[in-house]
């Protein structure tokens, strides 16, 4: 992917995970990464869009050992749910290959995980901010004790984390095509997608800023013409303003309504029921 060039954004010299080969496990006691050179805006690079894919010929080995300790693969990603620090890796793996015999690219959505098998999607939600990601997990690591994913920079900086250099995360698997609605069709006689998702809500960011999160609201309905709702809740002893889409009438598919807000700059949204 070409990255979008913008003037301003500067580059940071941070500590970061890295993943690569087992065979190639020396880099992983190299400590410092770096965005790019250039300057550059992500904020548009769409989530990985989840997929059925069969397991990779490389890096699913089970057990696998690096840096003198022993690792399992888990038999599937279904269920999978934790929470932990992430990381992110940059530059300096940009262009190497990854666990699966890909090509790392730092401005592609992916991650690396120790357990999850080869590839994975998970959502990533950045605890401190309730930002959300969807990523492709391609790689093995981060081999640091509390850590529990390797975020590329791009997925990094969707969730607005550069700064810190970590963030504190809960990663959640995906499995392909949870998000086409299957309930069946109701009487009045919409297709079952629709109906499934009929009086629910969707989640599409939780800000700081109560009057950025109503900034976004107003957007919301120009753009879908759906009613939005500006939720206050507190996370941690910190204030959050999380955005909501809905109830939702049924007009429109879930995954067209992804659709478009990705395409707007918002992607990560999820479906939520009504409290």
Not at 35 to 49: F, I, K, N, Q, T
Not at 175 to 186: R, V
Not at 224 to 231: F, S, Y
Request: a positive charge.
């Amino acid at each position: 992917m070409k990255p979008w060039l913008i003037a301003g954004l500067s580059t940071t010299l941070l500590l970061a995970g890295c993943a690569s080969k087992e065979e190639n496990a020396g880099r992983y006691s190299l400590k410092q990464d770096r965005g790019p050179d250039s300057s550059v805006d992500l904020s548009r690079v769409p989530d990985a869009v989840p997929r059925a894919e069969p397991r990779s010929r490389w890096g699913n080995k089970s057990p696998y050992t690096v840096l003198g300790k022993r690792y399992h693969v888990l038999p599937t990603a279904e269920g999978y749910r934790k929470r932990g620090i992430a990381s992110w890796y940059g530059k300096k793996f940009h262009g190497h290959t990854t666990s699966n015999g890909e090509v790392y690219d730092m401005y592609q959505m992916s991650a690396a995980n120790k357990e999850l098998p080869l590839p994975s999607f998970v959502r990533v939600t950045n605890l401190d901010n309730g930002r959300q990601v969807v990523v492709r997990v391609n790689d093995r690591g981060p081999f640091h004790d509390g850590r529990v994913i390797d975020l590329s920079y791009a997925a990094a900086y969707r969730l607005d984390m550069l700064g810190k250099g970590t963030a504190r995360v809960e990663v959640e698997a995906i499995t392909p095509g949870e998000q086409l609605m299957t309930a069946a069709s109701g009487r009045s006689g919409v297709p079952s997608e629709q109906a499934a998702i009929t009086g629910r809500t969707l989640q599409v960011a939780a800000l700081s800023s109560a009057s950025g999160a109503e900034t976004l609201a107003a957007e919301l309905r120009a753009l879908l013409n759906e009613p939005v709702q500006v939720q206050p809740a507190e996370r941690d002893g910190r204030s959050l303003y999380r955005v909501r889409l809905g109830p939702l009438s049924g007009a429109h598919t879930l995954n067209w309504l992804l659709q478009q807000l990705s395409q707007a700059g918002y992607s990560g949204a999820h479906l939520v029921d009504l409290p």
